[in-house]
């Protein structure tokens, strides 16, 4: 075992925020002389997409082959808690089989309009239903080995204009509806770590509020990355 506190003591304030940051669009930049390695991480809500390593900068790359999965909004449907297992685990030991360690997913945005584009990769309306799925999903991938984030924590249910969105909800909207899947999924399935959401509450992104992480840490007991 590593000691990461002694780690975190010895990286230089340029070295921390180099892990902020990407080596390309899925790889985390590595710390050599620390022995901190590139971290490849991938899509999953429906299955693993590790896309090529081809060149250029468009984040739209040919993928490597790998099992899709019905979407989320069918496999909720189903309201089969052991088969959503069975697809975390699965998608976890094909992760492990492309060196793939962390997969970004599953995502637990609440189905708010029809309008929405990625309502297909978000597995339900309704956030506890949404919570126990995610739960299984969660439990089955990190079992077999990979690391999850949930994602877009939170508020974050629309693709138009998805990075700029100013949305304004109160706390209580916010607790029942937003943040309940996550709840679940933190406390039931052991989720780590999330994904921000790309939008804003009210005027400040919705990755630095200081809310979320007291909410995510303090209450649900997440112990990983934001």
Known sequence: ERNYEKILAELTLEEKASLCSGLTNWLTKPVERLGIPSVWMSDGPNGLRKEKQTGGTNIM?????ATCFPTAVTTASSWDKELLYEIGATIADEA??????????PGINIKRSPL?????????EDPVLMGKIAA????GMAEHGAYVYLK?????????FRCG?????NEQTIREIYLKSFQIAIEDGGAQCVMGGLNSLG???TGVQGFMNTVLRGEFGM???V
């Open 152 to 160: 877009h924590c939170f508020l974050n249910d629309q693709e138009t």
């Open 203 to 205: 005027m400040k992104w």
């Open 61 to 65: 790359q040919e993928a490597e082959t």
């Open 165 to 169: 969105g100013w949305t304004w909800a």
């Open 116 to 124: 929405c584009g990625r309502n297909f990769e978000y597995y339900s």
């Open 96 to 105: 492990k089989a492309m060196k793939v360690t962390t997969v970004l997913g």
């Open 223 to 225: 112990t990983g990355h």
């Open 136 to 139: 299984e999903t969660t439990r």
